[in-house]
């Protein structure tokens, strides 16, 4: 079985890479396909997940959606692929749609395991914002599946791995980038492993130092609230929930967040919930792992401090 | 300017999940509709500012039966000004987005705009399936757009941060939050909205490329451990430790 995973490399190998390729070695044969000024000792790395090939289209080097589309279909062509594996990201939110499209294929978005029974191919996918599963079957004879941030351990299978240039004519894109406002070197949310997260309970945007000393001593991405990011304390990109981002943290830690269904919504994939509130009714303790009935105000310094120690006694 | 909106309809935020027929099928008693918060909140709402500066007409697109209706005159109450449904159960994201692609094909819309996601089956996939359909450049998860002349900017969600692109219209293009804000509906939206065109045009013939088999709810949790706010030593202690997680 030949499978196709497309993967976008800037500086490392991310773990979303790692993922798409675990995935994509689990239904088969893995050649990746990439593009970019990306040097060989990375392409090569990607052998210890399993590629065997890595198509490589150095002489496409922006991040353009439309010719990624087109680069991705060529290689389908190339390789006789019948599975197209990407990452559920940005990119592969505007990319995998267009592919399948183009390819006829079903293609299921977010895929949180890898197909269980081989009868029929059936894939696990979260529905209704995390508040449910579904298992989705595919009909068509390829087909596209993309890995939601966080499902899939990578898993190192080493195997010899050829680099060939791929060099396609694209033609241009129409859709030209002016500027990019850069995020900044932190772990973006949906890929963290670890969450640290706020609410109104924290009274005001000052307060919020507290929130991200936190996070820095466990090396985590801060996150919100709805209410947070809609007053403007946070910016948007921080708000997680029903609409919002999804998450699937090791780790998330709800300060000040009284957990409506909405919030729970986006967050409940997370493997281990810690729930700070002072509140002991707050609906948010009926999901969470590990309560603490307190103020945030004196919870979360007292809980960096407790991190702090724990990681300079390691 | 020509502006259509695709609308879908989607239980309430604040809906219960649950699935009857052998956990098949999703169980709608009790369930209350809405238009989808993306489709609402940020594509229609944007596309109705930029008709009242520009000129031109918002047509909303939506694939389901009559019982998608008050959804539909929804959001001819908030300010489009028609509105089309393709009379067939949506079955996947290809069907939806084939049948939208059919009809847009020869209406020469300027923008086709969708929300970033549904709330239900959060597939994000229509709006890029129907750029690749309509041979139209597609900016996915926008968060602003403005349009002079011919031209769009927009700003977007990417990995590395925020993009500003421009483009050549006709564009297709996915809605996220920042892009308008919400609009409630006022009576005289509402009253005008019983008289405002809804077209119901037949279904474009396309089998099925992916099908729910099941549905499941996942494991609740099984009790939370109080920990003393004083003694947050522990609860290192137990992340470390019981949880592995730190």
Same mark, same amino acid.
């Given at each position: 079985?030949?499978?196709?995973?497309?993967?976008?490399?800037?500086?490392?190998?991310?773990?979303?890479?790692?993922?798409?390729?675990?995935?994509?070695?689990?239904?088969?044969?893995?050649?990746?396909?990439?593009?970019? !000024?990306?040097? !060989?000792?990375?392409?090569?790395?990607?052998?210890?997940?399993?590629?065997?090939?890595?198509?490589?289209?150095?002489?496409?080097?922006?991040?353009?959606?439309?010719?990624?589309?087109?680069?991705?279909?060529?290689?389908?062509?190339?390789?006789?692929?019948?599975? =197209?594996?990407?990452?559920?990201?940005?990119?592969?939110?505007?990319?995998?749609?267009?592919?399948?499209?183009?390819?006829?294929?079903?293609?299921?978005?977010?895929?949180?395991?890898?197909?269980?029974?081989?009868?029929?191919?059936?894939?696990?996918?979260?529905?209704?914002?995390?508040?449910?599963?579904?298992?989705?079957?595919?009909?068509? /004879?390829?087909?596209?599946?993309?890995?939601?941030?966080?499902?899939?351990?990578?898993?190192?299978?080493?195997?010899?791995?050829?680099?060939?240039?791929?060099?396609?004519?694209?033609?241009?894109?129409?859709?030209?980038?002016?500027?990019?406002?850069?995020?900044? !070197?932190?772990?973006?949310?949906?890929?963290?492993?670890?969450?640290?997260?706020?609410?109104?309970?924290?009274?005001?945007?000052?307060?919020?130092?507290?929130?991200? #000393?936190?996070?820095?001593?466990?090396?985590?991405?801060?996150?919100?609230?709805?209410?947070?990011?809609?007053?403007?304390?946070?910016?948007?990109?921080?708000?997680?929930?029903?609409?919002?981002?999804?998450?699937?943290?090791?780790?998330? =830690?709800?300060?000040?967040?009284?957990?409506?269904?909405?919030?729970?919504?986006?967050?409940?994939?997370?493997?281990?919930?810690?729930?700070?509130?002072?509140?002991?009714?707050?609906?948010?303790?009926?999901?969470?792992?590990?309560?603490?009935?307190?103020?945030?105000?004196?919870?979360?310094?007292?809980?960096?401090?407790?991190?702090?120690?724990?990681?300079?006694?390691? | 300017?020509?502006?259509?909106?695709?609308?879908?309809?989607?239980?309430?935020?604040?809906?219960?999940?649950?699935?009857? #027929?052998?956990?098949?099928?999703?169980?709608?008693?009790?369930?209350?509709?809405?238009?989808?918060?993306?489709?609402?909140?940020?594509?229609?709402?944007?596309?109705?500012?930029?008709?009242?500066?520009?000129?031109?007409?918002?047509?909303?697109?939506?694939?389901?039966?009559?019982?998608?209706?008050?959804?539909?005159?929804?959001?001819?109450?908030?300010?489009?000004? #028609?509105?089309?449904?393709?009379?067939?159960?949506?079955?996947?994201?290809?069907?939806?987005?084939?049948?939208?692609?059919?009809?847009?094909?020869?209406?020469?819309?300027?923008?086709?705009?969708?929300?970033?996601?549904?709330?239900?089956?959060?597939?994000?996939?229509?709006?890029?399936?129907?750029?690749?359909?309509?041979?139209?450049?597609?900016?996915?998860?926008?968060?602003?757009?403005?349009?002079?002349?011919?031209?769009?900017?927009?700003?977007?969600?990417?990995?590395?941060?925020?993009?500003?692109? /421009?483009?050549?219209?006709?564009?297709?293009?996915?809605?996220?939050?920042?892009?308008?804000?919400?609009?409630?509906?006022?009576?005289?939206?509402?009253?005008?909205?019983?008289?405002?065109?809804?077209?119901?045009?037949?279904?474009?013939?396309?089998? /099925?490329?992916?099908?729910?088999?099941?549905?499941?709810?996942?494991?609740?949790?099984?009790?939370?451990?109080?920990?003393?706010?004083?003694?947050?030593?522990?609860?290192?202690?137990?992340?470390?430790?019981?949880?592995?997680?730190?």
């Amino acid at each position: 079985m030949s499978v196709l995973v497309f993967v976008e490399i800037n500086n490392k190998l991310s773990k979303s890479v790692q993922e798409a390729i675990t995935y994509g070695k689990n239904l088969g044969a893995v050649t990746v396909v990439t593009y970019g !000024d990306v040097n !060989d000792s990375l392409l090569l790395e990607m052998g210890n997940y399993g590629a065997e090939n890595v198509l490589v289209c150095r002489s496409l080097k922006e991040r353009n959606e439309q010719l990624l589309s087109k680069l991705i279909v060529k290689a389908v062509e190339k390789t006789n692929a019948e599975y =197209v594996i990407l990452s559920q990201d940005q990119t592969g939110k505007a990319v995998g749609p267009r592919v399948a499209a183009n390819l006829g294929a079903g293609h299921i978005s977010g895929a949180i395991a890898v197909p269980e029974s081989s009868e029929e191919f059936t894939v696990k996918t979260n529905v209704f914002s995390g508040k449910a599963i579904a298992y989705v079957s595919v009909h068509s /004879e390829k087909k596209v599946i993309s890995v939601l941030p966080n499902s899939i351990p990578p898993k190192e299978d080493k195997v010899e791995t050829s680099i060939v240039e791929f060099n396609e004519n694209l033609g241009e894109g129409k859709i030209k980038v002016t500027k990019l406002k850069p995020l900044g !070197d932190g772990i973006p949310l949906p890929e963290a492993e670890l969450v640290v997260s706020a609410g109104r309970g924290l009274k005001g945007p000052e307060n919020w130092g507290i929130v991200e #000393d936190l996070a820095k001593s466990l090396g985590a991405t801060t996150a919100c609230s709805r209410p947070v990011a809609d007053i403007g304390w946070r910016p948007h990109h921080e708000h997680v929930g029903q609409t919002g981002v999804a998450i699937r943290p090791n780790l998330y =830690v709800a300060a000040g967040i009284s957990g409506a269904i909405q919030h729970l919504a986006g967050v409940n994939g997370s493997k281990v919930i810690v729930v700070v509130n002072t509140d002991p009714e707050a609906p948010f303790f009926k999901a969470a792992d590990y309560g603490v009935i307190g103020d945030a105000f004196e919870v979360l310094p007292r809980l960096t401090a407790s991190i702090n120690n724990f990681k300079s006694s390691q | 300017m020509k502006i259509l909106v695709c609308i879908s309809k989607v239980p309430d935020t604040t809906s219960k999940i649950n699935f009857t #027929d052998n956990d098949t099928k999703f169980d709608e008693n009790g369930v209350q509709y809405i238009v989808n918060p993306y489709d609402e909140w940020y594509a229609l709402v944007r596309a109705l500012e930029l008709i009242e500066s520009n000129g031109g007409t918002v047509t909303t697109i939506t694939i389901g039966s009559s019982k998608d209706d008050p959804t539909i005159r929804k959001a001819l109450a908030i300010g489009a000004n #028609d509105a089309v449904r393709i009379d067939a159960e949506p079955t996947d994201s290809f069907f939806v987005s084939k049948q939208i692609a059919e009809y847009a094909k020869n209406e020469n819309y300027d923008i086709i705009m969708t929300g970033k996601e549904t709330i239900d089956y959060n597939g994000a996939q229509v709006g890029a399936m129907i750029s690749e359909l309509v041979d139209m450049p597609f900016v996915s998860l926008a968060t602003k757009l403005d349009v002079e002349g011919t031209k769009a900017t927009l700003e977007r969600d990417v990995q590395a941060g925020v993009e500003v692109v /421009e483009v050549e219209l006709p564009i297709v293009l996915s809605a996220a939050k920042g892009m308008a804000e919400q609009r409630i509906p006022n009576m005289r939206g509402i009253m005008a909205a019983r008289s405002k065109p809804l077209k119901v045009v037949p279904p474009f013939e396309q089998k /099925e490329l992916t099908t729910v088999v099941k549905f499941e709810l996942p494991n609740p949790k099984t009790g939370c451990k109080y920990i003393d706010p004083e003694n947050m030593d522990e609860l290192v202690e137990l992340l470390h430790n019981e949880s592995k997680v730190i």
